[in-house]
T-cell receptor, first 118, second 111 residues
Framework: EAGVAQSPRYKIIEKRQSVAFWCNPI?????LYWYQQILGQGPKLLIQFQNNGVVDDSQLPKDRFSAERLKGVDSTLKIQPAKLEDSAVYLCASSPGLAGPSSTDTQYFGPGTRLTVL | DAKTTQPPSMDCAEGRAANLPCNHSTISGNEYVYWYRQIHSQGPQYIIH???NNETNEMASLIITEDRKSSTLILPHATLRDTAVYYCIVRAEYNFNKFYFGSGTKLNVKP
């Protein structure tokens, strides 16, 4: 079974530029997540999709970050314009989408995209 | 908003058991405990999860206390490849897919 794919693996941009990241989840997984991981910290959830609908984007800086999941499969995360503090690893994860009050779901992560903003 | 507490780092000799503790004193009745690890420059990797009972798989064992306020991840025979940051996670009560990652425990396995 293929894992979660992400591209690019590395990106260096200057502040105020735009950047986009792409994620292809595990086939059949209904739920897709984007996390931001700053050096030395654990991942922080930015946005969560269930199929092509947004479930949680409470920690997404909406003035500069946007994300979409067209057709409920692939997803892109965009930053426009980038700031120095956006330097981080951006992780994509997917899960079958089976979680409920008495059931659980396991998230599978991609390798991440390391963004450096100069 | 991390709901777990872990020591920042631990050392373990190669071939010995590594016991990684986690406190989750505010856990509620239907919240699962998950463990992930992150090897340098890779995405987090799922290890194991549990609700009330102890669990074991090919990677590790998970021991959850009876009151569910803490748990321990056990790697029975640590190898150098087990050097990683280990995250203990509980999911959100209102969003069953939402994980809160803390800062984790950096496990250093030494020869």
């Amino acid at each position: 079974e293929a894992g979660v794919a992400q591209s690019p693996r590395y990106k260096i941009i200057e502040k105020r530029q735009s950047v986009a990241f792409w994620c292809n989840p595990i086939s059949g997984h209904a739920t897709l997540y984007w996390y931001q991981q700053i050096l030395g910290q654990g991942p922080k959830l930015l946005i969560q999709f269930q199929n092509n609908g947004v479930v949680d984007d409470s920690q997404l800086p909406k003035d500069r970050f946007s994300a979409e999941r067209l057709k409920g499969v692939d997803s892109t995360l965009k930053i426009q314009p980038a700031k120095l503090e956006d330097s981080a690893v951006y992780l994509c994860a997917s899960s079958p989408g089976l979680a409920g009050p008495s059931s659980t779901d396991t998230q599978y992560f991609g390798p991440g995209t390391r963004l450096t903003v100069l | 908003d991390a709901k777990t507490t872990q020591p920042p780092s631990m050392d373990c000799a190669e071939g010995r058991a590594a016991n990684l503790p986690c406190n989750h004193s505010t856990i509620s009745g239907n919240e699962y405990v998950y463990w992930y690890r992150q090897i340098h420059s890779q995405g987090p990797q799922y290890i194991i999860h549990g609700l009330k009972n102890n669990e074991t798989n090919e990677m590790a064992s998970l021991i959850i206390t009876e009151d569910r306020k803490s748990s321990t991840l056990i790697l029975p025979h640590a190898t150098l490849r087990d050097t990683a940051v280990y995250y203990c996670i509980v999911r959100a009560e209102y969003n069953f897919n939402k994980f809160y990652f803390g800062s984790g425990t950096k496990l250093n396995v030494k020869p």
